[in-house]
Nanobody, 114 residues
Framework: QVQLVESGGGLVQPGGSLRLSCAASGIFFSIYSMGWYRQAPGKQRESVAGISPGGNTNYADSVKGRFTISRDNAKKTVYLQMNSLKPEDTAVYYC????????WGQGTQVTVSS
């Protein structure tokens, strides 16, 4: 049974930081491309950042220079360090694992507000 469990969301003031974690089980983690997506109210889900099995990363233009994705294959965990948060970063953030099949976590809410 595949599970992706996100954690680390919450309420933060503009300019603040959060670190999201996604712990995977039931997959051979090291061969999966991992990604973070987000969905704001009334908007479509969008890609935020991705990391390949080899560690290559990509980011949405809107988060470049502020967010950093990383992975720890030994812990089967992918992280998203989010700095300089803006109100427009407010969304539910989802973890994705892709290798032929696609798996999703349940999401974690990030709210950026003063």
């Amino acid at each position: 049974q595949v599970q992706l469990v996100e954690s680390g969301g919450g309420l933060v003031q503009p300019g603040g930081s959060l670190r999201l974690s996604c712990a995977a089980s039931g997959i051979f983690f090291s061969i999966y491309s991992m990604g973070w997506y987000r969905q704001a109210p009334g908007k479509q889900r969008e890609s935020v950042a991705g990391i390949s099995p080899g560690g290559n990363t990509n980011y949405a233009d809107s988060v470049k220079g502020r967010f950093t994705i990383s992975r720890d294959n030994a812990k089967k965990t992918v992280y998203l360090q989010m700095n300089s948060l803006k109100p427009e970063d407010t969304a539910v953030y989802y973890c994705n694992a892709a290798h032929g099949n696609d798996y999703w976590g349940q999401g974690t809410q990030v709210t950026v507000s003063s």
